[in-house]
């Protein structure tokens, strides 16, 4: 995954979290639906906090 260097608050709308398996030979790529986060939710604390990778995928699935 990508660096997290930033923490992101959802001001409107709504974000769907999903998890990717990535593309590897003889699998399908599938994403799986972690969850949706709406308005006052962060997103990247708990992985700036421990250092960590982004490993999930942020999608904006409505605007407020």
């Known amino acids: 995954g990508d660096e997290?260097?930033?923490i992101y608050l959802v001001l409107s709308g709504v974000i769907e979290i999903t998890l990717?398996?990535?593309h590897k030979e003889g699998r399908e790529h599938?994403?799986?639906?972690?969850d949706l986060l709406g308005r006052g939710s962060l997103?990247?604390?708990?992985?700036?906090?421990?250092?960590?990778?982004?490993?999930y995928h942020a999608t904006a699935r409505s605007e407020g």
């Open 43 to 55: 997103i990247g604390m708990a992985n700036i906090l421990h250092g960590d990778k982004w490993p």
């Open 30 to 34: 599938k994403e799986q639906h972690l």
């Open 20 to 22: 990717s398996n990535g």
């Open 4 to 6: 997290c260097d930033s």
